[in-house]
């Protein structure tokens, strides 16, 4: 028999920004100023766009822990990350794609400093695979994954749990909620599928496999639905997640495979606040220690490093190859 992966390979693609740079900063401040209303917490607050240089420790755990991606594609606005210190390895496979690139057609809608309007688009990039893994650049592979961890065949392996979120769908309070905004998120990515808020599939902060196929369909048959996702410049509350939406659509298809396994890890904002540093060591402590967690995802590097100053050295350790 034939292997799927050698015929049909499979890309990586991460999203970055450098927020601290001078020219984005200030054009996101212009831009947060022409609104006539406050935008959400989670759509303003500083960790989305600060660079502590996790895309150079998501690049090297794909190049230990997943050699077999065939291509690595960063899509920035028009900063590129300082890449120079990557291995030759890296350096044949990684890609640099722009916004302007991926946003041909809707260039109304740049600058977008919104990571839901951008993942929306990840799919029109040029010479991407039919079959994608999607990382935030908070993402690591701290273990072998191989490419039946993502994909079986062309079913994506989807990573989380089924969930009841209909105490959110109308509490008007919670929606202010940080914490909470990627609960509605899914809950919004659910409906278009016709799931309700009483069950749909909650994905962890993992790798995202996503189809090209499927989210070219989806805007095809959602045009405007996608074209409202991509048109806030920040994080609004009516938005979708769109790997929600293409994890819920392939559910409908019967095209996906659920991993009931207990390989990743989330780390996520303020989790180690007010807390011993020991818990919080206990939380990390099986990463190196086994093989069983291949992700982990840590939302805030500097938070963490605060409560951890060595934390550097042991995530090397946990990704590596340094």
């Not at 990684?94 to 809707?106: C, P």
């Given at each position: 028999m034939v292997d799927i992966n050698i015929i049909e390979p499979i890309d990586a693609v991460i999203t970055w920004v450098n927020g601290g740079d001078?020219?984005?900063?200030?054009?996101?401040?212009?831009?947060?100023?022409l609104l006539d209303k406050p935008l959400h917490e989670n759509a303003v607050n500083p960790h989305r766009w600060i660079c502590n240089d996790e895309i150079l420790y998501c690049l090297k755990s794909i190049e230990n822990h997943a050699p077999w991606t065939r291509k690595i594609w960063i899509v920035v606005d028009n900063i590129t990350p300082d890449l120079s210190s990557l291995s030759d390895f890296l350096q044949n496979k990684?890609?640099?794609?722009?916004?302007?690139?991926?946003?041909?057609?809707?260039?109304?809608?740049l600058p977008t400093f919104n990571s839901l309007a951008i993942e929306s688009m990840l799919w029109r990039i040029e010479g991407l695979a039919e079959r994608f893994i999607y990382f935030n650049d908070d993402v690591f592979l701290t273990?072998?994954?191989?490419?039946?961890?993502?994909f079986i065949g062309q079913k994506p392996v989807l990573r989380g749990e089924w969930a009841d979120y209909s105490n959110l769908e109308h509490d008007i309070a919670q929606q202010d909620n940080p914490a909470k905004f990627n609960h509605y998120m899914q809950i919004n990515a659910a409906r278009m599928m016709g799931f309700s808020a009483s069950r749909l599939f909650n994905a962890a902060h993992v790798v995202h496999p996503?189809?090209?196929s499927r989210m070219e369909q989806l805007f095809a048959d959602h045009p405007k639905a996608l074209r409202a996702n991509i048109s806030y410049r920040f994080r609004d509350l009516r938005q979708f997640l769109p790997q929600g939406l293409h994890n819920h659509a392939s559910i409908c298809n019967a095209q996906v495979v659920f991993n009931k396994d207990n390989d990743h890890l989330h780390i996520h904002s303020g989790q180690g606040n007010g807390r011993p540093a020991e818990e919080v060591w206990s939380l990390l402590y099986p990463v190196t220690k086994t093989t069983d967690i291949k992700m982990l995802c840590i939302n805030d590097l500097p938070q963490l490093k605060i409560l951890i100053p060595d934390l550097d050295t042991w995530l090397r350790k946990a990704i590596g190859g340094f």
């Open positions: 001078d020219s984005h900063r200030i054009k996101r401040q212009h831009y947060i100023k990684v890609h640099i794609t722009y916004h302007h690139e991926i946003f041909v057609g809707f260039e109304d809608m273990a072998p994954l191989a490419p039946q961890d993502v996503f189809l090209r």
